[in-house]
């Protein structure tokens, strides 16, 4: 089983839909949870950064973690065609360790069509 | 300013070739990493430096070669690359443990 499962989708809907992401996670000493965007050959821009279970909110995006489900979420309000891309999950803090190492999901690939 | 640069974005290379990836951020960041990403994958983690120091090795090939000459800059040495070696390579930088991770636009290499 791997660390991080995340549906690859593909996940398409109408513009002004809302978009719920979802990763699960075996790992219970995951501390720090991620959501990158994609845009197809670009670098992974960060978008949400929590840490242990609550909701946290900016803008359009609301992110959820559930540390008792292993289960995190994204949600995006609202989307637009500018918000199609691949959306990837990451957490870290299984070992205390300094050096921040991220565990990613595979992404799902996100279309919003006008 | 979350910014981390990478030149050159595109890189395309024989297997007999040696060529250098640069990555700089003025984020005054402790730790900065080598990832490579392969088409609809994760990125993989490949080198970590912390304080210019490299923390980990992710056991990969020798002809990649990292290098820290400075807190602010982080190089990857390429030499006698495979075709299978062609990938985005993304650079990241973090102020160290499990803050958050800025990526950098990445330099596609394609080698031939």
């Known amino acids: 089983q791997k660390e991080v499962e995340q549906d690859p989708g593909p996940l398409s809907v109408p513009e002004g839909a809302i978009v719920s992401l979802n990763c699960t996670y075996s790992?219970?000493?995951?501390?720090?949870f991620m959501w990158y965007r994609q845009y197809s050959r670009k670098g992974p821009e960060l978008l949400m950064y929590?840490?242990?279970?609550g909701n946290k909110e900016d803008g359009r995006f609301t992110a959820q973690v559930d540390k008792s489900s292993k289960y995190i979420s994204l949600f995006i309000r609202d989307s637009q065609p500018s918000d199609s891309a691949t959306y990837l999950c990451?957490?870290?803090?299984?070992?205390?360790?300094?050096?921040?190492?991220?565990?990613f999901g595979r992404g799902t690939q996100l279309t919003v069509w006008p | 300013d979350t910014e981390v640069t990478q030149t050159p974005k595109h890189l395309v290379m024989g297997m007999t070739n040696k060529k250098s990836l640069k990555c700089e951020q003025h984020?005054?960041?402790?730790?900065m990493y080598w990832y490579k990403q392969k088409a609809k994958k994760p990125p993989e983690l490949m080198f970590v430096?912390?304080?210019?120091?490299?923390?980990i090795n992710e056991s990969v090939p020798s002809r990649f070669s990292p290098e820290c000459p400075n807190s602010s800059l982080l190089n990857l040495h390429l030499h006698a690359l495979q075709p299978e070696d062609s990938a985005l390579y993304l650079c990241?930088?973090?102020?160290?443990?499990?803050?958050?991770?800025?990526f950098g636009p990445g330099t596609r290499l394609t080698v031939l």
């Open positions: 929590t840490y242990s279970s």
């Open positions: 790992n219970s000493a995951f501390q720090y």
């Open positions: 990241a930088s973090s102020q160290g443990g499990d803050n958050e991770q800025f």
């Open positions: 984020m005054g960041h402790r730790a």
């Open positions: 990451a957490m870290s803090g299984d070992r205390g360790s300094t050096l921040g190492r991220l565990y």
């Open positions: 430096y912390s304080y210019e120091k490299l923390s």
